[in-house]
C-alpha cells in the first residue's frame, strides 16, 4: 500500500506562485511513476504534470513552461512547483501514483493511477 498526502496549497493573486508537495509513505518501491492532477467545479479532471523515476517529466498543455514536477526518486516527497498562477488554474489538485500503465496508455490519464491523496485547494483570484 502507498500512502500519498499533498500540502502546499491556497490563495494567490495571478501571476503568483505557489509549490505544491506530495508526502509518500507506505509501499513506495511499488510506484513506477507519478503525476499531479487537477479538477475544477463542474470540470472534467486533468492531468497536469508527471515523472518516472528517472526525472523524465511530462507536462499538460496548459501548464508547460510555468510549472515544474520534481522527485526525490519517489522516497519522500513529489514536488509541483508553480508560477505565472492564472484563475483558470483554480482547482483542488491531487498527487497520484502508478505500478504502471497499460500499453500505449498516455502517462497523464487518470484510470492508469491506483493510489491518490486526498487532494488540496489552489485558488487564484485576478
Known amino acids: 500500500q502507498v500512502h500519498l498526502a499533498e500540502s502546499g496549497g491556497g490563495s494567490v493573486q495571478s501571476g503568483g506562485s505557489l509549490t505544491l508537495s506530495c508526502a509518500i509513505g507506505?509501499?513506495?518501491?511499488?510506484?513506477?511513476?507519478m503525476a499531479w492532477f487537477r479538477q475544477a467545479p463542474g470540470k472534467e479532471r486533468e492531468g497536469v504534470a508527471g515523472i518516472d523515476r528517472d526525472g523524465d517529466k511530462t507536462y499538460g498543455g496548459s501548464v508547460e513552461g510555468r510549472f515544474t514536477i520534481s522527485q526525490d526518486n519517489f522516497l519522500n516527497t513529489l514536488t509541483l512547483r508553480m508560477d505565472n498562477l492564472r484563475p483558470e488554474d483554480t482547482a483542488t489538485y491531487y498527487c497520484?501514483?502508478?505500478?504502471?500503465?497499460?500499453?500505449?496508455?498516455?502517462?497523464?490519464?487518470?484510470?492508469?493511477?491506483?493510489?491518490w491523496g486526498q487532494g488540496t485547494q489552489v485558488t487564484v483570484s485576478v
Open positions: 497520484a501514483a502508478s505500478m504502471g500503465f497499460s500499453y500505449g496508455a498516455y502517462v497523464l490519464d487518470g484510470n492508469e493511477y491506483t493510489w
Open positions: 507506505g509501499d513506495s518501491h511499488r510506484i513506477h511513476y
